[in-house]
C-alpha cells in the first residue's frame, strides 16, 4: 500500500536567511576562541586570555592515537579553543600526512591562536641520519616552511652529550623555530613500555634533569617539557618527590608535565595551581578547563582551585 504525505511549504535551502548565513560563515570563518561566554555574571577563576597568556598553558594532543582532522580540529578549537594554546602531533605522524592537508591543519590551528609543536621526532631523525648534520638542518627547514612554531627535542631513546643537545636547541632556534626539550629520569621513556621493562631500565636522579633543564634554558629553550614516564606514568608509585624537586628549582613558567591522565594533571593543579603548564589529551580540554576555572572538580578539588591574580 502507498502512503503519501502534504508538505506544508518546500523544503529551503540550509542557508536562506541572514541567520543560517552568519551560523555558515561563523563555522568557516574567523575563529570565535575569544568570544564572552554564555553565563558571565556565575563566579570563576580568573585567568589570563589568549594571547597574552603566559602561564597556565595547555597542550594537547593531535593526531597520533586519534586521527585529528582538519574538520574535527576546526570544530574542536571553535567551542573550546579559548582554553587551548598548542597542538602537538606525536609519534612524527605529521610526516605520514600528504603536505598540502598537513598545512590545512596547522593553519586551522593558527587560525584559532594556538601554536603548532612537532612533538617528539627529531630522535628518530637524529638515529637515521649517521651524523649527517645536512639532514638534520633539511628537516628542521622543512618543519619551518610547513608552519610548524615549536620543535620537541626528545630524548627519551637516545644517550647523547648535553652540550651536543644544547647545540641542537640553538640550532632549531636560528631556523625561527621555539625549541621544547623534553627531559625526564626514565631511560627509554616514550615507546608505551610497560612497568616492568622501565623499572629494569632504570631511573636517573633527579638532579640530572634539572641540570639539563637549566642548561637548555641557557641555550635559548622555552619551555621544558618534562616526561610523565618513570614519575607519574608506568610506576607503581608516582614519584612526588620528583615534582616537588623540579617546581622548586626551575621556572614554573618555562615548565610543562605530561599529565595525560585526569588523575595527574588533577594532582599538578592540586599542588601547583590553575597556572600549570599541562600537556593533555584533546579528549580532556573540558574537564582540565573545568579545574583551571575552578568551577568543578573531585572530592579533592571541588570548590578548592582558586586564584587571586591572572
Known sequence: MLTTIALGRPLRPLVTTARGLATSMRRLGPSTYASPVAFPFLPANSLAAKPERKKGITEIRGPYYFPVTRTYL???????????????????????????RLRDLIDVAHKHGCYVSTGGYIERVLAASGGDKDLVSKYLQKCKDVGFDVLELSSGFLSIPTEDW?????????????????????????????????????????????????????????????????????????????ISAITSSLPRDKIMFEAADPEVFAYHIQNQGAHANLFVDHSQIVQLACLRRGIWGTGSTFGRIVTFDK
Open 74 to 100: 576546526n570544530e574542536l578549537l571553535s567551542d573550546w579553543g579559548e582554553y587551548v594554546d598548542g597542538i602537538k602531533f606525536a609519534g612524527g605522524a605529521f610526516s605520514l600526512m600528504p603536505e598540502e
Open 166 to 242: 644544547a647545540s641542537l636547541v640553538e640550532l632549531t632556534a636560528s631556523y625561527g623555530l621555539k625549541p621544547k626539550p623534553e627531559v625526564g629520569i626514565q631511560w627509554g621513556a616514550g615507546g608505551d613500555a610497560s612497568v616492568e621493562e622501565l623499572e629494569a631500565a632504570g631511573t636517573r636522579d633527579p638532579k640530572w634533569l634539572i641540570d639539563r633543564a637549566n642548561t637548555f634554558l641557557q641555550a635559548g629553550a622555552y619551555m621544558i617539557m618534562i616526561e610523565s614516564e618513570g614519575i607519574t606514568e608506568n610506576v607503581k608509585a608516582w614519584r612526588t618527590d620528583v
